[in-house]
């Protein structure tokens, strides 16, 4: 099993539409959360941290639940600019945190 | 901006040649990795440092080697390349977990392109 497991879509969204997926990761220990984004043959960057009592960064809202050990990401009011494979990614337990990265989900906002 | 740089961006190599793939970053990092990412598919943890003189192998078996002799470089290196190590390679830094707001945030190059005939 991964350690971090995302559904892969395409999440096709109409624009202005409302999107959330998730990602669950296997290590109950972890500790730091993130959803990086990648555009189309870019490099990874950082979208957000994801916070235990969950946060929002404008029309981006992102969920820990460690019960059910997953995170989620919401995006409100789609761009197309949004299009992107959105990245989960789950720091280790271990003093040097060593990061495990999803797979990806792909988000495709249409016209 | 981050300030991670690798070079080459694209390189195209015959079989059996030697090669090495440059990054440099000027953010004091002592943390720098390398992943491997074919297209439209996750990134493999390859190599990573603590720092100065201390290289790990990743989640992924790699042939390549890596050296890490200065703070802000971290050069990887394929000894006979293979059409099998057609791949991109990104490599990341971040900085020491602080205990402060992003901890372990990855901050990557623009990856190099290699292919190999």
């Known amino acids: 099993r991964k350690e971090v497991e995302q559904d892969p879509g395409p999440f096709n969204v109409p624009e202005g539409a409302t999107v959330a997926f998730n990602c669950t990761y296997s290590?109950?220990?972890?500790?730091?959360f993130f959803w990086y984004r990648q555009d189309c043959r870019k490099e990874p960057k950082l979208l957000m941290s994801?916070?235990?009592s969950g946060n929002e960064d404008g029309r981006f809202t992102a969920q820990l639940n460690r019960a059910s050990q997953y995170i989620s990401l919401l995006i409100r009011d789609s761009k197309l600019s949004d299009s992107a494979t959105y990245l989960c990614?789950?720091?280790?337990?271990?003093?040097?945190?060593?990061?495990?990265f999803g797979a990806g989900t792909q988000v495709v906002v249409t016209p | 901006e981050a300030d991670i740089y690798q070079t080459p961006r694209y390189l195209v190599i015959g079989t059996g040649k030697k090669i090495t793939l440059e990054c440099s970053q000027t953010?004091?990092?002592?943390?720098m990795y390398w992943y491997q990412q074919d297209p439209g598919m996750e990134l493999h943890l390859i190599h990573y440092?603590?720092?100065?003189?201390?290289?790990e192998k990743g989640d992924l078996s790699s042939e390549s080697t890596v050296s890490r002799i200065r703070t802000e470089h971290f050069p990887l290196t394929l000894e006979s390349a293979r059409p099998s190590h057609t791949s991109q390679y990104l490599c990341?830094?971040?900085?020491?977990?602080?205990?402060?707001?992003?901890?372990?945030?990855?901050?990557f190059g623009e990856g190099s392109r290699l292919t190999v005939l």
């Open positions: 990341a830094s971040s900085g020491s977990a602080l205990g402060g707001l992003n901890t372990g945030e990855l901050f």
């Open positions: 290590n109950s220990a972890s500790q730091s």
């Open positions: 994801v916070y235990s």
């Open positions: 990614v789950v720091n280790g337990a271990d003093s040097w945190g060593k990061l495990q």
């Open positions: 953010m004091g990092h002592d943390k």
């Open positions: 440092s603590y720092g100065v003189n201390s290289t």
